[in-house]
């Protein structure tokens, strides 16, 4: 018989290779403090960057200081980089920006985010990310900020009903991106335990067009994250193993 010691290099192989793969879904986070200001009273809007796992409650990374920040209203592209602080959030490092509305309009706001290195997968992540606010406008919604990766909204990403279904077209460079892999997930008050793994993001692929569709069936802050491989330059200027990804964030209301 084989003692122990010699069988434990087995045992260890058998048993990763039967442990079930589970990889977190990471989300960049650009949520402001409101999708619609109203015609009276405050105009100011609080927008909050984090990079986490929205559904599971965390845990929160550290994020480098932002490549870029802005916001595209009226076909004009406005630096906001200047306007960020640094934060914590659950002890890591997130950022926070002011921002004051002073005329109608569709506000898209973008983030390129640092390059995060997730050591487990031996890669850098990228996910450039988006929100639009509207004050009494009602169009400008769908004007294209031209990230890298992009999530181009088809259907408007405001003033949702819970279960409304919402339609984006996944972008890369400006083309079009056919059945690409769609990652969603919900800002978890707390209130929702997943049953299973699974149910923790919801994945759908787009069509050959690059279309998507998803129904949302919880109200709150819902994030749609299209995800292709690709390459950065590292830090020694060399190509680096990376995830790119466009997100955009949208919310729902329980209509009562």
Known sequence: ?????????????????????????????????????????????????AFTHPMEGGPVMDMGQPVQFGVLVDGEKIDLSASLVPVKSDGKKAFEAPYLIKKPGDYVFYLEPAPYWEFTEQLFLVHYTKVVVDFGAGAGWDHRVGLPMDLEPLTRPYGLWTGN???????????????????????????????ADPFITQEVKTDGSGVFAYAMPKAGWWGFNVLVDGQIKGSDGQPADAELGGTLWVKTVDMK
């Open 1 to 49: 018989m084989l003692a122990l010691s010699r069988l434990a290099p087995f045992i260890f192989i058998a048993t990763t290779l039967a442990a079930p793969s589970i990889v977190q879904a990471h989300f960049q986070t650009l949520l402001p403090s409101t999708d619609i200001v109203p015609d009276q009273g405050d105009h100011r809007v609080k927008l909050t960057a």
């Open 165 to 195: 279904i919402f339609r984006g077209l996944a972008r890369q460079d400006g083309q079009p991106l056919p059945f690409a892999r769609v990652e969603i997930a919900w800002v978890n008050d707390g209130s929702i335990k997943a049953p």
